[in-house]
């Protein structure tokens, strides 16, 4: 019996290969002489995926849409050293995507890097050979065994833009749609194997490109559009793996309609009484580092006579900001201060007219949060662990997370925040919200509000591993998404300073400064306290020596904050945020889990 049905999904396999040919799909068997045994060693997997929702404001509708046969990059291992195994395009199938898989054993981790929505060609490295987006010419770029992760991820690049003026901004055509990517993580590849979420809802692909819209809200002044982009990137990753932004400084280009700027290249349209706005023309963008100077050349009507206003990409405290992939910035002109230029070409020399026009921007950052998703809503925290540094006497207070979500439902039973104090004997507790806010019909979309925790010094001895207690943790539920972020707490720093290590360990003693986890990055936030200054990221990799940084990506997964001794009496603080590699078995929505250290160091 069992000998019949393996014939028979033989059968079923050699049907779906004509289909597939008929179809011209490129389905992969290389190195592998005989069919028979080459199907044998194949699954199919049937692919689950969405785009991430740029959230605000909504456009045209292909900027969310995701083909049907995106490629699958295999790779085996961990972190960026994973090296590549095969390249293989989905098909359609009844409405469906599948992908045909070689299988592989437990026992490894498995990263399968989606690329949805490809160009016609991709770069590998630079911007000057392009090669056709199929498995020949992947696999002349990327060598089974030998390319690993980061190096693919580095440089497979898009088909760079026309280095002449663009005249129309690109990704921005009625049948366009966007390239998107996500990263997944399985433990092995067989028939159990879903290309989905735990609980089987779609994966959230990541835009390549950046969305902007001007929204114009003062009544002195008329938008009409946007004149021109300068400094824009040609070219992006095809998937940021490391969270660096390309360097693009000599790869650069402009958007206008014409040499002679005569009308905006995105125009703003009258959305309400005294309101003009782009969001039905957005500008896309791949992510642009501050050194690029992008900037736009906005047109108005101010006091009845038109002007040309120059507009640096910067925020509300007027510090240039960089622009980041599957981002959407939304500038709000709220008033005109003065006149711009006659001009373009004076705009252009001169200095950026953002005190002329009293604006704020609002950031959709929710990719830079954890997020889980349904087809209606998401529900996604900023870290998902968090660590006091902290040695007091009494409960303290810390903001321990953020929330953010763009649900505009209203669960009564089931929009809850809520903490397991009793199962640690009160060492922390939830300080407040008790619900999760959602958006409402005048409010903000999406909606990110702050988590605040109490912590005492008591809570590390609580921990799981040590007497067989439990773990503290917030437990976040909205309709059928739940999401929890564990509590943590460690002794404040002495004066004299520590390394904390974050690496793989089997240490479970909290007394120790070495905590379990594959690290990926780690970055120290600014702070009032100069954190940068006497917080530093070393590698295990640098040479004696090294004054360590404060941006780091490893491959070993080690990663060790040194905190450098403190000669004043006064206390200080000082924020760590870490990426590391979740620990989930088998697939998770988001293998990439973030870390909150709040790092207090005592005074002499």
Known sequence: MRESKRYITIFFYLILLLFMAGCEHDVSTIGQENEEEALKEKVQIEIFARAKSYSLPPTRALESE????????????????????EAVQAFEMISKRYVLLTKQPAGNKYQLLILANPLDQFYYGNASTGYDFNQAALLSKLTPGVTTYGEACSKLLTKPLDSNPLTTVPYSGDEETIPMSHRLEVDQIDNTTK??????SSLLLT??????????????????????????PRQGKLHDADGILMNNTTNLTEYRYDAAYSLPVVKAETIATDVQSTEKFPIYMYESDVQNNTYLIIQGTYDNKDYYYKMSLLNSSLQAMDIERNHSYTFTINRAKGPGYDTVSDAKTAKP???DLDFEIMVDDS?????????????????????????????????????????????????????????????FQL????????????????VITPVTVGVTNQLMGYEEGIDDKKNAYITLKLGNLEKKVHIRQRKAISAGGSTLKFMPTNNTDPVVSEINYFCLTGQVEEGTDNPKEWIRLYSSVMPEGHTGEDHIIV????????????????????????????????????????????????GQ
């Open 555 to 602: 491959e070993d997964g080690r990663i060790y904050v040194e905190v450098l001794p403190n000669t004043n009496a006064t206390p200080r603080s000082g924020i760590v945020h870490l990426t590391t590699m979740a620990s989930v078995g088998g697939v998770s929505l988001n293998s990439v889990q973030r870390i909150k250290l709040d790092i207090t160091q005592l």
């Open 353 to 355: 007219s953002n005190t």
């Open 367 to 427: 990719e830079s949060y954890e997020i889980l998703a349904n087809n209606d809503y998401y529900l996604g925290v900023s870290n998902s662990v968090f660590i006091a540094y902290y040695s007091g006497e009494n409960m303290e207070d810390y903001d321990a997370f953020s929330v953010i979500t763009d649900c505009t439902k209203d669960f009564q039973d089931a929009r809850t925040i809520t903490d397991n104090k009793l199962e640690v004997s009160g060492a």
């Open 207 to 232: 835009r390549v490109v950046a969305k902007i819209v001007i929204v114009n809200k003062a009544s002195n002044f008329i938008l009409k559009g946007v004149t021109a982009v300068m400094n824009v």
């Open 431 to 446: 300080s407040g919200p008790f619900k999760v806010p959602i958006v409402t019909s005048n409010g903000t979309n999406p």
């Open 66 to 85: 995701v083909g049907k046969t995106p490629w699958i990059l295999v790779f085996k291992g961990q972190g960026a050293g994973a090296t590549f195994i």
């Open 195 to 200: 290309i989905a979420n735990t609980d089987g």
